[in-house]
């Protein structure tokens, strides 16, 4: 039997209302692709009928499904995580459960990763969600990409494809606040992002709150960046700095009017300028805390320090 060649991932939380329709458009698109491939459904946690919709699926379609039931709600990206590390195809494409991604686009997706990319990302073509929606992610998109290193069109759109290597790479990280394209973007060596379309979600409401679009955009600055704080400290510095600046011109006009040097140094208890200096330290401190902070999350979350491209030797004696 051939390797499993793409498993297909998608997060399930109170869907029961559209899983039909997912299923009905989802099926015939894979199997048009004319390859082996897998569908693993997570349910994360759902409180109405999904997990059984999804074992009715099952029944119906054992060959190429598998369901994996989360005992909890954990969210969108850990229920994608549950499933990456189940996963056993070359590729792997996350969708979400909604059709707002059209399942017919797999095959684009499909199509970069044999000219050679190992990640695809996507973007929205003419977005499909309320305008508030849409002037929020554009603020965060725009957010994200003065913070991080992570270049996305669209870092909200779930439809993407991942090699196995930049999936095999996510599955070492160990970190709990994962934002799944962000975390695979920063392990892929040739990214690329197509267009893809966008629809109305096909039933049922989004599952993201305002507070939880929120929640999840500080996983993504505090997962991907050092910048806010970095920003932070420089800002002590330049306050510390513009508070030395003051001093001495305090000193020099004071020198200038004819006072002895005993008697101008006498600034440096100006109490606003000392003030002035004392929060430009204490800020800059912060700052050099968040730092040492900053280290120790990046030791803590575990991520692979390195990844082999490959090893170039002979093969070792047998
Ligand atoms: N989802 C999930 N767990 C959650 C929230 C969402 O598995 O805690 C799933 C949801 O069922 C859907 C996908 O993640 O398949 C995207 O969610 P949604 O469509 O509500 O997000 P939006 O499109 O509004 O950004
Ligand atoms: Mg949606």
Request: aromatic residues 8%.
């Amino acid at each position: 039997m051939s390797a499993i060649e793409l498993s297909v991932v998608i997060p399930v939380f109170d869907e029961e209302a559209g899983l039909p329709a997912l299923f009905e458009r989802l099926y015939p698109a894979l199997d048009s692709l004319g390859l082996r491939y897998e569908v693993i459904f997570v349910d994360d946690g759902s409180r109405d009928r999904s997990a059984q919709v999804l074992r009715e699926q099952f029944a119906r379609r054992a060959d190429v499904t598998r369901v994996v039931l989360l005992a909890a709600n954990f969210g969108q990206h850990m229920a994608i995580l549950a499933a990456f590390e189940r996963s056993r195809g070359g590729t792997v494409v996350t969708l979400d459960a909604d059709l707002q991604n059209p399942p017919e686009e797999i095959g684009k997706l499909l199509e970069a990763i044999r000219a050679g990319h190992d990640y695809v990302g996507s973007y929205r073509h003419e977005r499909e969600d309320s305008a508030f929606r849409r002037i929020a992610s554009r603020m965060i998109n725009s957010l994200r990409e003065r913070t991080t290193d992570i270049r996305m069109t669209d870092h909200g759109c779930m439809l993407r494809a991942y090699a196995r290597g930049v999936v095999d790479a996510i599955n070492q990280s160990r970190e709990t606040n994962a934002f799944v394209p962000a975390l695979a973007y920063t392990f892929a060596r040739r990214p690329t992002e197509i267009e893809v379309a966008h629809a109305p979600r096909a039933a049922g409401e989004s599952k993201y709150s305002l507070y939880r679009l929120i929640q999840l955009n500080f996983d993504l600055m505090t997962g991907f960046s050092a910048k806010p704080l970095q920003i932070y400290s420089l800002f002590g510095m330049l306050v510390s700095v513009g508070s030395i600046a003051t001093y001495v011109i305090v000193l020099g006009k004071r020198l200038l009017e004819g006072d002895s040097f005993g008697r101008a140094i006498a600034v440096i208890w100006d109490r606003d300028i000392l003030q002035f200096l004392l929060i430009g330290v204490t800020l800059f401190g912060i700052g050099l805390l968040g730092e040492y902070v900053s280290r120790i999350i990046e030791q803590v979350r575990g991520r692979p320090r390195y990844l082999v491209r490959a090893v170039i030797e002979r093969d070792p004696p047998a």
